[in-house]
């Protein structure tokens, strides 16, 4: 176990390492530089931007000064905002996406499990269709389409009403998180269910189950206690993924609804061309993303008896 | 390239060779028969293709261009005054036209998109698989780190850099969708690998090139087919995604994201902007992904 750690320790770092390499050489290959302007700069003024960013140095040189302040945790600044730190755009941003990304897991993860077993437990029940129909929709409509609509039908004044139930967008108390977290639940729900049916289907046919059954265990305690068990952990190894995708990069989420958030600030980074910003967030999602990875990967090893190392 | 049809079944359904066939077909010819049976399958088939056929054929019919301002029909509800079936732009440019064009260019990148995905997808995973040690290793490291990098940031990052034409999108979204077809190749070219007509061509010095592309890859045939079915809608969606966030092609060439995404904006007074584009992408989606699965249940021994 110790070393399997150490082992994927090491395997996060050049991963890391890679992307932060490819995608600040590809920033640096793009021609014109932060400070080509409609008007021209003066040239002494240029010469001290350039120094003040360290950009009149080789490129080498350069690299090597990002990485260096990227392991004290800078993510340097940002060419648009020029009052504003890469860290504290982050910092007003990541509790936006925590709020919202952070409630919906969680919501997300105990509505799939459950109808996802249902479903399995019932098979060409009414459930059943039920909840396939369910994963259809959310594989096929994709949430910038069933976003809007939302709003439509939650937030707009729709004929004789005056206002809306919700706000359609933006950032403020409880009111403003509920159809965010809506969306993203819908979402991931579909995935979710859909996974955990076809693993506690599996499971439902292993011999264990029959044996269980054989001893005369009634139904529900055979699903409660012996299936859902083991089918939790294809479900368990979604939980990365979901939860990365709800709270680091909700871009789509995030633009429908105007939340201040990663996604959103990401998405503005990018129309903007601001380099820097785009490059920062792109290195500490990754970081946040391997990092998730190897404990989810720990953990399973931990509560999988099965899992040797 | 000659395909042994025998070799193709025998490779899809390796362990089915314990299941007697009840019609004797070959099965290859039973997995289609059960895909045959699959109504709702063949609806969506039918469906995707008529889409298909609209999107390619339908603007050659319509007497407007999709950039045709019609200074008479500004913002017209759908109706069939007009020959304006699906309703007007503000700018008065045609929906029907431009939700056709706009699935053109989203089938397009769909169908390029999982052709590079296939290309790239087999080549890496035929030789990772037939080589084996250390090559297969590192190959497949590069392919586990690519799966722990977020790839809709990369896709921004590399749309706000190099611009957002139509290759580059499509080169963009292929970057990161081969992996998983990668791991499958793999797979199937390990047990490939120890069946004894490999072995033959190796012993009669065939080159390890050779080999790959004349008898792993006609075999992986069947395995391939289904899992690109199963990339096109996911690459079509990524390619909605960048659009909608302002980050795909750009005006006036449209796709169906950027359709949606200006639908969006003006859904309060002009609905059938978003209504349209919605439709079709949802019933392109929606159809594909109904395709793959069915195919994959055909082709599947273990569901029956």
Not at chain 1, 76 to 82: C, I, T, V
Request: charged share 15%.
């Amino acid at each position: 176990m110790f070393a399997y750690t150490i082992r994927r320790l090491l395997f996060a770092v050049p991963t890391i390492l890679a992307v932060v390499t490819v995608c600040y050489v590809m920033v640096h290959m793009t021609p014109g530089g932060p400070f080509d302007m409609d008007r021209k700069v003066a040239p002494a003024v240029l010469a001290n931007l350039q120094a003040k960013y360290h950009l009149d140095q080789p490129p080498l040189q350069q690299y090597l000064y990002y990485l260096g302040r990227l392991l004290h945790g800078d993510l340097g600044a940002s060419f648009k905002y020029p009052d504003w730190t890469v860290n504290e755009l982050v910092a007003k941003a990541l509790p936006v996406s925590l709020a919202v990304g952070g409630l919906s897991v969680p919501i997300s993860m105990v509505i799939g499990i459950w109808i996802g077993a249902v479903a399995a437990v019932r098979r060409n029940s009414f459930a059943d269709y039920f909840v396939s129909a369910i994963g259809n929709i959310g594989n096929a409509v994709p949430s910038f389409v069933l976003g809007p609509v939302l709003i439509l039908v939650f937030a707009l004044e729709i004929q004789h009403h005056d206002i809306g139930l919700l706000p359609a967008g933006g950032w403020g108390g409880w009111k403003f998180r509920v159809l965010p977290i809506a969306l993203l639940t819908i979402v991931n729900v579909a995935t979710i269910s859909r996974v955990m049916r076809g693993s506690l289907l599996e499971v439902l046919t292993s011999s264990f189950i029959r044996t269980a059954r054989a001893k005369g265990l009634p139904e529900r305690t055979v699903i409660v206690r012996h299936a859902l068990r083991p089918a939790l952990m294809p479900v368990l190894s979604l939980f990365t993924s979901i939860a990365l995708s709800s709270i680091t990069a909700a871009v789509v989420t995030e633009t429908v609804f105007a939340l201040p958030g990663l996604g959103l600030l990401i998405v503005n980074g990018a129309i903007n061309r601001d380099y820097t910003l785009v490059l920062g967030l792109v290195v500490l999602v990754t970081a946040i993303a391997v990092l998730f990875n190897l404990i989810v990967d720990l953990l399973y090893a931990a509560v999988d008896p099965r899992i040797r190392y | 390239m000659a395909t042994p049809n025998t070799e193709i079944a025998a490779v899809s359904q390796t362990p089915a060779s314990t299941q007697p066939d009840p019609s004797g077909d070959s099965p290859a010819r039973y997995a289609w028969r059960r895909f045959a049976q699959n109504r709702a399958a063949l609806v969506s088939c039918a469906i995707l293709g008529f889409i298909i056929i609209a999107c390619f054929l339908g603007p050659l019919v319509l007497p407007y261009g999709f950039e045709d301002t019609d200074w008479l029909a500004i913002s017209l509800p759908p109706g069939f005054a007009n020959m304006h079936w699906f309703g007007t732009d503000e700018l008065g440019r045609d929906l029907l036209v431009r939700t056709l064009i706009g699935g053109r260019i989203s089938l397009e990148v769909g169908l390029l998109g999982t052709a590079l995905t296939v290309v790239i997808g087999v080549a890496w995973g035929t030789i990772a698989g037939y080589a084996g040690g250390k090559v297969d290793a590192v190959m497949m490291r590069i392919v586990d780190m690519m799966y722990a990098i977020p790839y809709m940031l990369i896709a921004i990052l590399m749309m706000t850099l190099f611009g957002r034409a139509f290759y580059l999108v499509v080169l963009t979204i292929s970057l990161f969708s081969w992996i998983d077809m990668a791991r499958v190749v793999r797979g199937q070219t390990l047990t490939l690998k120890k069946r004894e007509f490999i072995d033959a061509a190796r012993a009669t010095g065939v080159p390890a090139g050779i080999i790959i592309w004349r008898h792993i890859v006609p075999n992986l045939l069947g395995v391939v087919i289904i899992y690109a079915t199963v990339t096109v809608p996911g690459i079509i969606l990524t390619e909605s995604v960048l659009s909608f966030l302002g980050l795909g092609v750009q005006e006036p060439m449209t796709s169906w994201g950027v359709l949606i995404a200006d639908g969006t904006s003006k859904m309060e007074v002009r609905p059938w902007l978003l209504a349209f584009p919605g439709v079709f992408l949802v019933a392109t989606l929606y159809c594909t992904n109904y395709i793959g699965d069915a195919l994959r249940d055909a082709f599947d021994p273990k569901v029956q």
